[in-house]
T-cell receptor, first 114, second 110 residues
């Protein structure tokens, strides 16, 4: 069965550079979520999209932006990278059926900022 | 204080032992995920439940909404079960985002 795809799997950037992370949800899933997991920390919700519209927002820095495209894939754009942005970034997808939809997680993108 | 808490934080057991990981939450929830994260980092959804009990192979998850408590059990544990287990809940007032517990690091010794 198709799973959530994230690319790239690993990314190394310098401070102040820009990074773009991509997420391809499971086919027919209409909702995408982004999470950030710092070293030794719990995942933290960043932002979610439903039917290409932002549906919820968490602790996402202003330097980050995201969108969901017509094919439902999503991109997380991170600018002016800081050392503290080094983390594992997960994308998850679900099919909206109501409150409490099962989320399926991608393998994550490990971002290292030097 | 986290709205979703897990215990224990770390658990080491011998192969074959019965494992229980607990998750409690302080606010109302609509559903709860049990997730598994291996050292490589990938997260796998084991269960999502809003009431009762679910079983998949050697894994059993239970939830008691009134008592605000869920448990994950592993029967006949095996070294390949070694991972971090995370409960994550949909809070009633959290819209659609998951609120994660602190995770339980399980190590099964052969």
């Amino acid at each position: 069965a198709a799973g959530v795809i994230q690319s790239p799997r690993h990314l190394i950037k310098e401070k102040r550079e820009t990074a773009t992370l991509k997420c391809y949800p499971i086919p027919r899933h209409d909702t995408v979520y982004w999470y950030q997991q710092g070293p030794g920390q719990d995942p933290q919700f960043l932002i979610s999209f439903y039917e290409k519209m932002q549906s919820d927002k968490g602790s996402i820095p202003d330097r980050f932006s995201a969108q969901q495209f017509s094919d439902y894939h999503s991109e997380l754009n991170m600018s002016s990278l800081e050392l503290g942005d080094s983390a594992l970034y997960f994308c998850a997808s679900s099919l909206r059926t109501g409150v409490g939809d099962e989320q399926f997680f991608g393998p994550g993108t490990r971002l290292t900022v030097l | 204080k986290n709205e979703v808490e897990q215990s224990p934080q770390n658990l080491t057991a011998q192969e074959g032992e019965f494992i229980t990981i607990n998750c409690s939450y302080s606010v109302g929830i609509s559903a709860l995920h049990w997730l598994q994260q291996h050292p490589g980092g990938g997260i796998v959804s084991l269960f999502m439940l809003s009431s009762g009990k679910k079983k998949h192979g050697r894994l059993i998850a239970t939830i008691n909404i009134q008592e605000k408590h869920s448990s994950l059990h592993i029967t006949a544990s095996h070294p390949r079960d070694s991972a971090v287990y995370i409960c994550a809940a949909y809070l009633f007032f959290g819209n659609e985002k998951l609120t994660f517990g602190t995770g339980t690091r399980l190590t099964i010794i052969p």
